[in-house]
């Protein structure tokens, strides 16, 4: 049986045509890193696109499961 946790990251622009900030992807791999030494596994993840231009902020909802 899994445990799972679920976490929102707010990036700081909305990301299109794979312009995604260099900074976003950092701070991505850097929740990423530390929840799987706390023994998360990571399982998947969901953009969510936020209003219609490419300046407002956006988010990524990532999804992580460890062992009971």
Known sequence: ????????LITT???VNDSANEA????????INKRTQEGWEFVTY????NGL???????IL??????K
């Open 1 to 8: 049986m899994f445990e799972y946790k679920s976490e929102i």
């Open 13 to 15: 622009i909305k990301w």
């Open 24 to 31: 976003d992807v950092a701070r991505l791999d850097e929740l």
């Open 46 to 49: 969901s953009y969510m696109a």
């Open 53 to 59: 231009t490419a300046h407002i902020r956006s988010a």
């Open 62 to 67: 990532i999804t992580f499961r460890k062992e």
